[in-house]
């Protein structure tokens, strides 16, 4: 792995999404790893539509949460995602409004990623932003800097919520991954937390998975 990535700076990553009082992290974790695995291997950075998954992703629970793996089989057994612009954000569950004709991304597969933090930074730097669910713990708190709750506050095996590595790096020699949160850009820094990053920090490491577009 590079010493540094951000995919931010290259152009695979959407504006911080906002999904209000609705359980819904799920659905922003995955679309945010679509749009860059879409960004990555077609050239286009489109932001995509979670509210067609909150519809139509019947594995999932919508507003009471979900989880990635049966996201992106809902994506691939739907025909696709259509964009935020044409299917757009409500905050709750609604009838499935989805059109096969107006999917503008698809997806072949997911991948399940290695716990290896070290192994996840190599492919994150060259596969792209990658989808990972953690223990919100330190998330609740968070204003600015690298956060490193202690482990027994942040157990690695309470995971509660799904958001998006987009890079990693070093301030001050301490190691970070640069997560993308779904909560608006008033929380964190920008929308974007800063986590600790080689100790399993809040169970980082424990979910992390893609989806597979050729």
């Known amino acids: 792995a590079p010493p540094e990535w951000d995919w ?32 990555l291997n077609q050239g286009t950075l489109l932001s995509l539509s979670e509210q067609e998954l909150l519809d139509c992703d019947k594995m999932d629970k919508a507003c009471m949460g979900g989880l990635p ?29 989805f059109s096969a004709e107006k999917a ?18 190599a492919w994150l730097a060259k596969r792209g ?21 202690l482990r027994p506050l942040c157990s690695p095996w309470l995971i509660d919520h799904a958001v998006l590595l987009v890079g990693y790096g070093q301030r001050s ?21 800063y986590l600790h990053r080689g100790s399993g920090a809040c169970g980082v490491n424990t979910m992390a998975s893609s989806a597979v577009v050729d």
């Open 129 to 149: 932003p990658i989808s990972v669910a953690i223990n919100a713990f330190g998330m609740q708190f968070y204003r600015h800097g690298i956060s490193r709750p």
């Open 104 to 121: 503008k991304v698809y997806i072949q597969d997911s991948v399940e990623l290695s716990q290896n933090e070290q192994k996840l930074a």
């Open 173 to 193: 020699d301490v190691p970070f991954w640069a997560i993308k949160n779904s909560w608006g850009t008033d929380w964190g820094e920008k929308g974007y937390y």
């Open 8 to 39: 931010r700076s290259k152009g695979a990553v959407t504006k911080v999404k906002d999904q209000g009082m609705c359980g819904s992290c799920w659905a922003f974790s995955v679309t945010g790893n679509v749009e860059g695995q879409w960004f």
């Open 69 to 97: 793996s049966n996201a992106y089989s809902a994506i691939k057994n739907l025909g696709g995602l259509e964009t935020e612009d044409d299917y757009s954000y409500q905050g709750h569950m609604q009838s499935c409004q």
